[in-house]
Every structure is written in structure tokens, then in C-alpha cells.
């Protein structure tokens, strides 16, 4: 009789991948916004106290002046279009938007108004 080991089967974990770190969550944050329809242009106007005051020229209809305004926020920061979306506030002019991908720090750094 010999004294043969049994081969290491293909599902048991390695102590490699056992000790692998999970992946970080991605950063993501909300931000108020104040939009203003029918503008001349997109832009950024300012800040109102924590609400970010932003012009599309869009109108509000059939919510193409939302469909704008994530447009252009995703551009101007920099992030691909379904990384913002609304939160609340479809119908109203003060909105929330939910950004995937950027703290609120990166997100004012990126819009420096």
C-alpha cells in the first residue's frame, strides 16, 4: 500500500484570495439644485446658500429640461451620463441630484463656482 495524499480540489479557497480586501465603495454624494428652464444657455450661476443655482435651455416639458440638466452636470463634471440622475424633484425647480462616482468635495472642487 502506498501513502498517497489526495489531490487539492479545485473549489477550496487559497490563502490568497482569502485574505483578498473587498473592493471600496464608490464614492457617491446629493446635491440640491436650483434649475431655471428656458435659459439663453447651460450654465452654472451660482450658489444659493447650498443649492447649486443652474440654467438649461431646455423648456419643462415632458421632462426635457431634466433630461438636460443631467446632461450637462454629467459633463461639466466629468462623469458619464448615468452616473446623475434625479433624486426628488422632478416636477419642481428645486431638485436633489444623486451623483455616482464623486464625494460633495470633489463634486464643488469640479464645479468652482
Known amino acids: 500500500m502506498s501513502a498517497r495524499q489526495p489531490a487539492p480540489s479545485a473549489s477550496a479557497p487559497t490563502p490568497a484570495s482569502a485574505s483578498a480586501p473587498a473592493p471600496a465603495p464608490a464614492a457617491s454624494c446629493k446635491l ?3 434649475a431655471v428652464p428656458n435659459a439663453p444657455r447651460n450654465a452654472v450661476a451660482g450658489w444659493l446658500g447650498d443649492a447649486l443655482k443652474v440654467k438649461v435651455r431646455a423648456p419643462a416639458l415632458e421632462g426635457r429640461a431634466n433630461e438636460a ?3 450637462f452636470l454629467a459633463g461639466a ?3 458619464p451620463r448615468r452616473a446623475v440622475s434625479i433624486a426628488h424633484g422632478d416636477k419642481s425647480r ?3 441630484i444623486q451623483i455616482d462616482g464623486l464625494s460633495l ?3 464643488r472642487a469640479r464645479l468652482k463656482v
Open 77 to 79: 463634471l466629468g462623469l
Open 94 to 96: 428645486q431638485k436633489v
Open 32 to 34: 440640491a439644485i436650483r
Open 69 to 71: 440638466l443631467c446632461e
Open 105 to 107: 468635495d470633489e463634486t
